[in-house]
Protein backbone atom coordinates (compact mmCIF):
# COMPACT_ATOMS: atom_id res chain seq x y z
CA UNK A 1 0.00 0.00 0.00
CA UNK A 2 0.73 3.38 -1.00
CA UNK A 3 1.62 5.40 2.30
CA UNK A 4 2.00 9.76 1.81
CA UNK A 5 5.31 10.97 2.56
CA UNK A 6 5.39 12.85 5.95
CA UNK A 7 6.78 16.63 5.08
CA UNK A 8 7.56 18.91 8.21
CA UNK A 9 7.75 22.43 7.31
CA UNK A 10 6.57 25.68 9.90
CA UNK A 11 7.13 29.49 9.69
CA UNK A 12 8.98 28.94 13.22
CA UNK A 13 11.83 27.82 10.70
CA UNK A 14 12.14 31.73 9.60
CA UNK A 15 13.25 33.07 13.08
CA UNK A 16 16.58 32.63 12.63
CA UNK A 17 17.42 35.49 10.03
CA UNK A 18 19.28 38.67 10.30
CA UNK A 19 19.30 42.09 8.36
CA UNK A 20 22.45 41.71 6.64
CA UNK A 21 22.26 39.65 3.64
CA UNK A 22 23.01 35.71 3.74
CA UNK A 23 22.44 32.60 1.02
CA UNK A 24 21.49 31.31 4.31
CA UNK A 25 18.05 32.73 4.29
CA UNK A 26 14.15 32.66 4.92
CA UNK A 27 13.81 33.28 1.20
CA UNK A 28 15.30 30.15 0.29
CA UNK A 29 12.06 27.94 2.18
CA UNK A 30 9.04 31.35 1.83
CA UNK A 31 7.84 30.68 -1.59
CA UNK A 32 8.18 26.80 -1.54
CA UNK A 33 6.02 26.31 2.00
CA UNK A 34 3.30 28.55 0.11
CA UNK A 35 3.11 26.21 -2.52
CA UNK A 36 2.60 23.41 -0.02
CA UNK A 37 -0.06 24.99 1.39
CA UNK A 38 -2.07 26.89 -0.84
CA UNK A 39 -1.60 24.16 -4.28
CA UNK A 40 -3.34 20.69 -5.45
CA UNK A 41 -0.15 19.38 -3.54
CA UNK A 42 -2.51 19.61 -0.71
CA UNK A 43 -3.25 16.32 -0.19
CA UNK A 44 -0.61 14.55 -1.82
CA UNK A 45 1.07 14.24 1.76
CA UNK A 46 0.55 14.07 5.59
CA UNK A 47 1.80 17.80 7.46
CA UNK A 48 4.01 16.53 10.69
CA UNK A 49 4.44 19.36 13.30
CA UNK A 50 7.70 19.10 14.19
CA UNK A 51 8.78 19.40 18.05
CA UNK A 52 11.72 21.02 19.98
CA UNK A 53 14.62 18.59 20.46
CA UNK A 54 15.32 18.17 23.84
CA UNK A 55 18.86 18.90 25.57
CA UNK A 56 19.87 15.39 25.46
CA UNK A 57 18.93 14.73 22.24
CA UNK A 58 21.35 17.63 21.38
CA UNK A 59 23.91 16.23 24.00
CA UNK A 60 23.97 12.80 21.99
CA UNK A 61 26.17 14.36 19.33
CA UNK A 62 27.15 17.91 20.54
CA UNK A 63 29.46 19.03 23.59
CA UNK A 64 27.96 21.02 26.00
CA UNK A 65 31.10 23.16 25.67
CA UNK A 66 30.15 23.47 21.94
CA UNK A 67 26.04 24.39 23.12
CA UNK A 68 27.46 27.11 26.19
CA UNK A 69 29.67 28.81 23.56
CA UNK A 70 26.54 29.42 21.57
CA UNK A 71 24.11 30.24 24.13
CA UNK A 72 26.53 32.98 24.53
CA UNK A 73 27.37 34.00 21.04
CA UNK A 74 23.88 34.55 20.65
CA UNK A 75 23.46 36.95 22.94
CA UNK A 76 26.12 39.10 21.11
CA UNK A 77 25.07 42.26 19.62
CA UNK A 78 27.36 41.21 16.38
CA UNK A 79 25.85 38.06 14.81
CA UNK A 80 29.13 36.84 13.29
CA UNK A 81 30.83 36.85 16.35
CA UNK A 82 30.84 33.46 16.36
CA UNK A 83 31.92 32.37 12.86
CA UNK A 84 32.21 34.57 9.58
CA UNK A 85 29.17 32.80 7.70
CA UNK A 86 27.38 31.10 10.93
CA UNK A 87 25.57 33.66 12.12
CA UNK A 88 24.15 33.56 15.73
CA UNK A 89 21.12 35.85 16.98
CA UNK A 90 18.76 35.39 19.86
CA UNK A 91 16.07 32.95 18.01
CA UNK A 92 18.68 31.08 16.39
CA UNK A 93 18.94 28.23 19.20
CA UNK A 94 15.27 27.80 19.75
CA UNK A 95 15.01 27.47 15.70
CA UNK A 96 17.85 24.82 15.43
CA UNK A 97 16.29 22.78 18.30
CA UNK A 98 13.13 22.96 16.61
CA UNK A 99 14.90 21.87 12.82
CA UNK A 100 16.79 18.90 14.98
CA UNK A 101 13.28 18.55 16.50
CA UNK A 102 11.24 18.30 12.97
CA UNK A 103 13.56 15.04 11.79
CA UNK A 104 13.78 13.32 15.11
CA UNK A 105 9.30 13.33 14.58
CA UNK A 106 9.53 12.16 11.36
CA UNK A 107 12.46 9.25 12.77
CA UNK A 108 9.35 8.32 14.89
CA UNK A 109 6.81 8.26 12.48
CA UNK A 110 8.92 6.48 10.27
CA UNK A 111 9.74 3.98 12.96
CA UNK A 112 6.06 3.51 13.72
CA UNK A 113 5.06 3.07 10.35
CA UNK A 114 3.02 5.76 10.31
CA UNK A 115 4.58 7.10 6.94
CA UNK A 116 7.61 5.30 4.89
CA UNK A 117 9.13 8.36 3.88
CA UNK A 118 10.05 11.39 4.94
CA UNK A 119 11.45 15.32 4.32
CA UNK A 120 12.19 17.81 6.50
CA UNK A 121 12.08 20.93 5.08
CA UNK A 122 13.89 22.71 8.04
CA UNK A 123 16.47 25.47 8.60
CA UNK A 124 19.33 26.13 9.69
CA UNK A 125 21.19 23.25 8.10
CA UNK A 126 23.32 20.98 9.70
CA UNK A 127 25.73 18.60 7.84
CA UNK A 128 28.45 21.14 8.89
CA UNK A 129 28.30 21.46 11.99
CA UNK A 130 31.10 19.07 13.88
CA UNK A 131 30.48 17.81 17.67
CA UNK A 132 32.36 20.82 19.22
CA UNK A 133 32.01 23.56 16.64
CA UNK A 134 29.57 24.95 13.94
CA UNK A 135 30.16 25.97 10.65
CA UNK A 136 29.25 26.78 7.32
CA UNK A 137 25.69 27.96 8.60
CA UNK A 138 24.99 24.57 10.78
CA UNK A 139 23.96 24.99 14.16
CA UNK A 140 23.07 21.99 15.35
CA UNK A 141 24.10 18.59 12.89
CA UNK A 142 20.50 17.52 11.86
CA UNK A 143 20.99 14.45 10.01
CA UNK A 144 23.97 13.52 12.80
CA UNK A 145 21.59 14.14 15.56
CA UNK A 146 18.59 11.76 13.96
CA UNK A 147 20.79 8.94 13.24
CA UNK A 148 22.28 8.97 17.34
CA UNK A 149 18.69 9.08 18.28
CA UNK A 150 17.82 5.86 15.78
CA UNK A 151 20.71 4.01 17.48
CA UNK A 152 20.13 5.21 21.30
CA UNK A 153 16.38 4.95 21.31
CA UNK A 154 15.17 2.01 18.93
CA UNK A 155 18.69 0.51 18.97
CA UNK A 156 19.21 0.44 15.27
CA UNK A 157 22.95 -0.35 14.57
CA UNK A 158 23.02 -0.20 10.50
CA UNK A 159 22.43 3.43 9.33
CA UNK A 160 22.85 4.79 6.19
CA UNK A 161 23.17 8.36 5.37
CA UNK A 162 23.83 9.33 1.94
CA UNK A 163 24.69 12.90 1.44
CA UNK A 164 24.83 14.96 -1.83
CA UNK A 165 25.21 18.46 -0.93
CA UNK A 166 27.99 19.55 -2.96
CA UNK A 167 30.05 20.35 -0.08
CA UNK A 168 31.45 17.64 2.33
CA UNK A 169 29.64 15.91 5.08
CA UNK A 170 32.56 17.37 7.38
CA UNK A 171 30.34 17.27 10.52
CA UNK A 172 28.47 14.02 9.82
CA UNK A 173 32.01 12.32 9.31
CA UNK A 174 33.61 14.01 12.45
CA UNK A 175 30.25 12.70 14.45
CA UNK A 176 30.79 9.06 13.31
CA UNK A 177 34.13 8.46 12.10
CA UNK A 178 34.99 6.11 14.78
CA UNK A 179 31.36 4.23 13.79
CA UNK A 180 30.76 1.02 11.80
CA UNK A 181 26.87 1.30 12.87
CA UNK A 182 26.57 4.72 10.57
CA UNK A 183 27.64 4.42 6.92
CA UNK A 184 28.45 8.03 5.57
CA UNK A 185 28.55 8.12 1.78
CA UNK A 186 29.53 11.71 0.79
CA UNK A 187 29.56 12.42 -3.04
CA UNK A 188 30.86 16.25 -3.13
CA UNK A 189 32.87 18.78 -5.65
CA UNK A 190 36.68 19.13 -4.96
CA UNK A 191 37.97 21.57 -3.54
CA UNK A 192 35.22 23.46 -2.30
CA UNK A 193 34.38 24.29 1.28
CA UNK A 194 34.59 23.26 4.04
CA UNK A 195 37.89 21.54 2.40
CA UNK A 196 37.36 17.62 3.64
CA UNK A 197 36.06 14.57 2.34
CA UNK A 198 39.13 13.70 0.70
CA UNK A 199 39.15 9.71 -0.71
CA UNK A 200 41.65 8.55 1.59
CA UNK A 201 39.39 9.47 4.94
CA UNK A 202 37.92 6.57 5.03
CA UNK A 203 36.97 5.87 8.95
CA UNK A 204 39.15 5.55 11.98
CA UNK A 205 38.79 1.87 14.02
CA UNK A 206 35.79 -0.28 13.95
CA UNK A 207 35.03 2.89 11.43
CA UNK A 208 37.43 2.45 9.04
CA UNK A 209 36.08 1.73 5.59
CA UNK A 210 32.36 3.53 6.53
CA UNK A 211 33.30 6.77 5.90
CA UNK A 212 33.20 6.93 1.89
CA UNK A 213 34.10 9.77 0.33
CA UNK A 214 33.05 11.03 -3.15
CA UNK A 215 35.06 13.63 -3.95
CA UNK A 216 33.96 14.97 -7.85
CA UNK A 217 35.03 17.28 -10.72
CA UNK A 218 33.33 20.73 -10.52
CA UNK A 219 32.05 20.38 -14.33
CA UNK A 220 30.17 17.01 -13.28
CA UNK A 221 26.42 16.76 -14.52
CA UNK A 222 23.46 14.46 -14.60
CA UNK A 223 24.87 11.16 -16.20
CA UNK A 224 28.35 11.45 -13.97
CA UNK A 225 26.67 11.62 -10.70
CA UNK A 226 23.47 9.46 -12.08
CA UNK A 227 26.31 6.59 -12.61
CA UNK A 228 28.55 7.21 -9.19
CA UNK A 229 25.21 7.12 -7.14
CA UNK A 230 23.65 4.02 -8.81
CA UNK A 231 26.55 2.14 -8.42
CA UNK A 232 27.66 2.62 -5.22
CA UNK A 233 24.30 2.59 -3.54
CA UNK A 234 23.74 -0.83 -5.65
CA UNK A 235 27.10 -2.22 -4.01
CA UNK A 236 26.93 -0.40 -0.28
CA UNK A 237 23.32 -1.30 0.21
CA UNK A 238 24.15 -4.63 -1.11
CA UNK A 239 26.58 -5.37 1.63
CA UNK A 240 25.96 -3.06 4.75
CA UNK A 241 22.22 -3.89 4.64
CA UNK A 242 20.91 -0.56 6.37
CA UNK A 243 17.86 -0.52 8.43
CA UNK A 244 17.06 3.01 6.96
CA UNK A 245 18.45 5.27 4.69
CA UNK A 246 19.00 9.27 5.73
CA UNK A 247 19.57 11.81 3.57
CA UNK A 248 21.25 14.93 4.09
CA UNK A 249 19.49 16.32 0.68
CA UNK A 250 21.05 19.68 -0.22
CA UNK A 251 20.20 20.95 -3.88
CA UNK A 252 23.75 23.39 -4.37
CA UNK A 253 24.64 21.28 -7.06
CA UNK A 254 21.90 22.41 -9.32
CA UNK A 255 23.34 24.34 -12.70
CA UNK A 256 21.60 27.66 -11.32
CA UNK A 257 23.87 27.71 -8.57
CA UNK A 258 26.38 29.97 -7.91
CA UNK A 259 28.31 28.56 -4.86
CA UNK A 260 29.10 25.84 -6.94
CA UNK A 261 30.47 24.89 -10.46
CA UNK A 262 28.63 21.41 -10.64
CA UNK A 263 25.73 20.99 -13.40
CA UNK A 264 23.33 18.93 -11.87
CA UNK A 265 19.71 19.59 -13.69
CA UNK A 266 16.74 20.17 -11.78
CA UNK A 267 15.56 16.89 -12.98
CA UNK A 268 18.32 14.79 -11.41
CA UNK A 269 17.03 15.22 -7.84
CA UNK A 270 14.26 13.44 -8.96
CA UNK A 271 16.20 10.48 -10.19
CA UNK A 272 18.10 10.31 -7.54
CA UNK A 273 14.81 10.20 -5.29
CA UNK A 274 13.92 7.05 -7.44
CA UNK A 275 17.06 5.40 -7.11
CA UNK A 276 16.89 5.83 -3.34
CA UNK A 277 13.29 4.71 -3.26
CA UNK A 278 14.33 1.55 -5.22
CA UNK A 279 16.74 0.54 -2.93
CA UNK A 280 15.09 1.78 1.00
CA UNK A 281 12.21 -0.92 -1.05
CA UNK A 282 14.81 -3.59 -1.10
CA UNK A 283 16.25 -3.53 1.91
CA UNK A 284 14.66 -1.60 4.64
CA UNK A 285 11.18 -1.97 4.51
CA UNK A 286 10.86 1.35 2.46
CA UNK A 287 12.57 3.55 5.21
CA UNK A 288 13.90 6.68 3.63
CA UNK A 289 14.08 9.90 5.06
CA UNK A 290 15.04 13.15 3.56
CA UNK A 291 16.77 16.42 5.48
CA UNK A 292 17.26 19.61 4.06
CA UNK A 293 20.90 21.16 3.60
CA UNK A 294 22.19 23.74 1.27
CA UNK A 295 20.22 24.82 -1.46
CA UNK A 296 21.11 29.26 -2.12
CA UNK A 297 19.01 29.80 -5.03
CA UNK A 298 15.78 30.03 -4.21
CA UNK A 299 14.08 29.11 -7.69
CA UNK A 300 16.31 25.97 -8.07
CA UNK A 301 15.86 25.41 -4.93
CA UNK A 302 11.74 25.27 -5.29
CA UNK A 303 12.20 23.27 -8.46
CA UNK A 304 14.15 20.74 -6.72
CA UNK A 305 12.72 20.19 -4.04
CA UNK A 306 9.00 19.43 -6.12
CA UNK A 307 11.38 17.15 -8.52
CA UNK A 308 11.82 15.13 -4.87
CA UNK A 309 8.70 15.39 -3.78
CA UNK A 310 7.05 14.27 -7.36
CA UNK A 311 9.79 11.35 -6.99
CA UNK A 312 8.62 9.80 -3.58
CA UNK A 313 5.00 10.36 -4.12
CA UNK A 314 4.96 9.05 -7.48
CA UNK A 315 3.04 5.83 -7.33
CA UNK A 316 5.53 3.44 -9.12
CA UNK A 317 9.19 3.38 -8.57
CA UNK A 318 10.82 4.13 -11.90
CA UNK A 319 13.69 1.98 -12.65
CA UNK A 320 16.93 4.14 -12.92
CA UNK A 321 19.92 2.35 -14.99
CA UNK A 322 22.96 2.75 -14.22
CA UNK A 323 24.74 3.49 -17.51
CA UNK A 324 28.82 4.09 -17.82
CA UNK A 325 29.93 7.55 -17.78
CA UNK A 326 33.61 7.30 -18.84
CA UNK A 327 34.88 10.36 -16.62
CA UNK A 328 33.24 9.18 -13.38
CA UNK A 329 34.15 5.33 -13.51
CA UNK A 330 38.08 6.42 -12.98
CA UNK A 331 37.04 7.69 -9.64
CA UNK A 332 35.70 4.35 -8.41
CA UNK A 333 38.26 2.49 -10.05
CA UNK A 334 41.07 4.39 -7.98
CA UNK A 335 38.99 4.73 -4.61
CA UNK A 336 41.03 3.23 -1.77
CA UNK A 337 37.75 1.38 -0.57
CA UNK A 338 37.45 -0.35 -4.27
CA UNK A 339 38.11 -3.13 -2.49
CA UNK A 340 36.92 -3.23 0.62
CA UNK A 341 33.52 -2.51 -1.16
CA UNK A 342 33.93 -3.88 -4.54
CA UNK A 343 32.74 -0.80 -5.44
ZN1 LIG B 1 26.20 22.76 0.56
Redesign the pocket.
Known sequence: MNKKPGLVFDQRYFYHRIEQSSPENPQRLQNLYQVLNDTDYKGKFIHIPPRMARSDDIEAVHSSFYINQLREHALSENPYSYDRDTYLMEETIPTAELAAGGCLELADRIMAEEINYGFALVRP?G??AEPGRGM?FCVFNNVALTAAYLLNTYKLNRILIVDF???HGNGTQEAFYDSNQVMLLSVHQNSL?PFSGKETETGRGSGKGYTINIPVFPQFGDPEYTYLLGRLLQNLVEQYQPQIILVSA?F?GHRDET??ATKLSTKWFGVATSMLRQYAREVCDNRLLFIL???YNPVSLEASILATLESLWSKNIPKTGIFPAKRAEKLLFDHPLQEFWNI
Request: proline share 7%; net charge negative; aromatic share 6%.
Open positions: PHHGDIHFGDISEGG
